[in-house]
């Protein structure tokens, strides 16, 4: 999403020789992006700098502060919104998947709707029937399913989950669901029987 904003940067004696949308746009991308603004979310990039004021010097400052207006191109997940992402890395409790500037966790119990471990060898996680595997570097499509959203983005938490049907690693979509096992009673017997 892009938001405008209006700040006022400060502008040391040494860019005074230079061009000051320049510099602007320095000071603030230094400032702004890669930042966490609770209200907006991540700052991803900072753009069209305008409206830029003469500037007032302060007593005791030899810098000039400046009025001025920008566009920011941010980044806020939201809990249900369906993402495209890629798998980043892999541990015991799931899967890193970037989404934008960002990554989130898709923990082992959310990959799949079947039962999968982590494969050290390989590595990969595989489905116990062999049928789905999930490697650092594949492309899925998770749901959010929660946001945290901290100072920092190294502190903010994002879940994700891939069980819902149409999501997951590309391959997987428009497979057949796994066949589960469903235990059914009757005359004193336990009988399987698959659940189509």
Do not use: C
């Not at 000051?20 to 400032?31: C, T, Y």
């Amino acid at each position: 999403m892009v938001h405008t904003i209006k700040d006022t940067f400060k502008m040391s004696p040494e860019y005074f020789d230079q061009n000051i949308e320049e510099v602007a746009v320095k000071i603030l991308r230094g400032k702004y992006e890669g930042t966490i603004d609770k209200d907006l979310g991540v700052i991803v990039v900072i753009f069209n700098v305008r409206n830029i004021s003469d500037g007032a010097i302060l007593p005791g400052d030899p810098a000039t502060h400046h009025d001025v207006e920008f566009d920011a191109l941010t980044y806020m997940p939201q809990v249900d919104e369906v993402v495209e992402g890629k798998v980043t890395d892999l541990v015991d409790f799931g899967a890193f998947v970037r989404i934008g500037p960002m990554e989130g966790l898709v923990h082992v119990s959310q990959i799949a709707g079947e039962y999968i471990s982590l494969n050290r060898k390989i590595p990969a996680f595989v489905s116990k029937q062999g049928s789905r595997s999930l490697k650092k570097g594949d492309l899925v499509y998770a749901k959010v399913s929660t946001v945290s959203m901290k100072n920092s983005i190294k502190d903010s938490k994002i879940a994700l989950t891939m069980k819902p049907e149409g999501l997951g690693k590309v391959d997987w979509i428009g497979m057949p669901a796994p066949k589960q096992r469903m235990v059914r009673k009757g005359s004193g017997s336990k009988r399987n029987q698959r659940r189509m």
